[in-house]
């Protein structure tokens, strides 16, 4: 007799070696096609009900956020004891979660190597507010740009994100607010009176995610699908340091919302800032997004603005400001720097800053300055961990909030 097996699939070729059960195919982060696939290749579900199977299977991960098939209560037995053999739906190890007095939570997350060479930590903060509370997600460990006045870009890229490690950040903080049916939030957890624990998601944590394009649409597009996760792209937010071709893309096959890291108004100063502008410069960025798809005054570009003393604090700085956004429906977010160890910049004095946002508000622009949150546990900084740990409280307190460029915040 002989016996033949499809080992087409990662999943059977991984079904089949020893170490099997330590390199389970994960069924987080796989479009719904995607997941019918892995069913039918893993021998599990014959073809005409993988579309079906498929379906009850994103229910339980997105809706109800189970992390063990044994409590998917509708798929017999049998079944979950296939896919327990062959998948995982594990969360990440959490290393540490620190909350900060003001209610801000930040999970430092381990991840596989995948690649890398040894796991790879990121960091995922939780900012509660009024009426909601945001998830600000990494999408790379590390960063390939080198933004002259963030602490992320010194860190060099390890790895980009993959769509599983970028929902994942999602879904386990969703268990650990108690965000899904039937879940209890922890006693004294600070999160908005009604609705959603999570209502809104900003991709500006570690990493430029547009370098990440692939699998950080796969995740949001995950994140968004009405049947699951649910989140109205209208809140989900995107932030660029400007990857001008991404920007377009991002329109057309994503919708979320955009932000833009700024911080210059001319060439010769952005490109010090946002050495990325060296490639795509102001008047490319500017066009795309004017010619980003729905914008309104419901629909706004949030455009962070770093204020750095004598460097772009001026009100000429903001007179250029306005008359470079014209015409875009924006908000500009200001953000007072936060100087961390071996910075030469500092940060502008409180009164100019009031000034400066003066002056954009009665130009008719939203210009919140943005408060640091969670400078308790070093919320807004986007330090690892392990490197947070070795800095004397004198230089935390120095690298706390850099709240810089929407992004290495996290
Ligand atoms: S601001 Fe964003 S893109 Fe620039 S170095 Fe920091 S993390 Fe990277």
Same mark, same amino acid.
């Given at each position: ?38 069913l039918v290749g893993a021998g599990i579900v014959p073809e005409k009900q993988a ?81 909601? *509370? ?192 014209? *015409? ?15 910075? &030469? ?16 508000? &009665? ?18 900084? *986007? ?28």
């Amino acid at each position: 007799m002989t016996l033949s097996l499809d080992l087409s699939t990662h999943a059977a070729r991984a079904a089949l070696r020893p170490d099997a059960a330590a390199d389970k195919t994960s069924l987080i982060g796989l479009s719904r096609a995607e997941l019918a696939e892995a069913l039918v290749g893993a021998g599990i579900v014959p073809e005409k009900q993988a579309r079906m199977r498929a379906s009850q299977l994103w229910h339980w991960l997105y809706v109800r956020g189970v992390s063990d098939f044994a409590h998917m209560f509708n798929i017999s037995k049998e079944l979950r004891a296939d896919l327990d053999r062959h998948f995982s739906i594990a969360r990440p190890e959490i290393v540490e979660e620190q909350i900060s007095t003001d209610g801000t939570r930040k999970w430092l997350f381990r991840f596989p190597p995948r690649g890398a060479g040894r796991p790879v930590e990121i960091e995922t903060v939780y900012i509660p507010e009024e009426g909601r *509370g945001t998830l600000c997600i990494s999408s790379q460990v590390g960063c390939t740009l080198t933004c002259s006045f963030c602490h992320t870009g010194t860190q060099k890229l390890v790895r980009n994100l993959t769509a599983e490690e970028i929902l994942a950040q999602l879904l386990t903080a969703r268990d650990k607010l108690g965000d899904f049916p039937d879940r209890d939030t922890p006693a004294g957890a600070i999160v908005p009176a009604e609705g959603r624990k999570v209502s809104n998601i900003v991709m500006m944590g570690m990493g430029e995610p547009l370098y990440n394009f692939e699998a950080v649409k796969k995740a949001l597009l995950i994140a968004s699908d009405g049947d699951g996760l649910a989140l109205s792209k209208r809140r989900i937010t995107l932030s660029t340091s400007g990857v001008v071709p991404e920007i377009y893309r991002t329109g057309e096959e994503l919708g979320v919302m955009l932000a833009i890291s700024l911080h210059a108004t001319n060439d010769d100063l952005r490109d010090l800032l946002v050495p990325i502008n060296k490639k795509f410069p102001l008047d490319q960025l500017i066009e795309a997004c004017r010619a980003y798809p729905g914008l309104s005054n419901a629909r706004r570009i949030t455009f962070e603005y770093v204020m750095l003393k004598d460097v772009n604090d001026s009100l000429d700085d903001a007179r250029a400001l306005v008359k470079l956004l014209k *015409g875009i429906p924006a908000k500009i977010n200001l953000i007072p720097f936060n100087p961390w160890p071996g910075t &030469n910049y500092q940060c502008s004095d409180w009164e100019t800053i009031e000034k400066f946002a003066d002056f954009i508000n &009665n130009a008719g622009y939203a210009s919140p300055i943005r408060t640091p949150r969670g400078r308790d546990i070093l919320a807004a900084c *986007g330090q690892l961990k392990s490197e947070s740990e070795r800095m004397r409280k004198v230089d935390r307190l120095a690298l706390e909030a850099m709240m810089i460029a929407g992004h290495g915040e996290a």
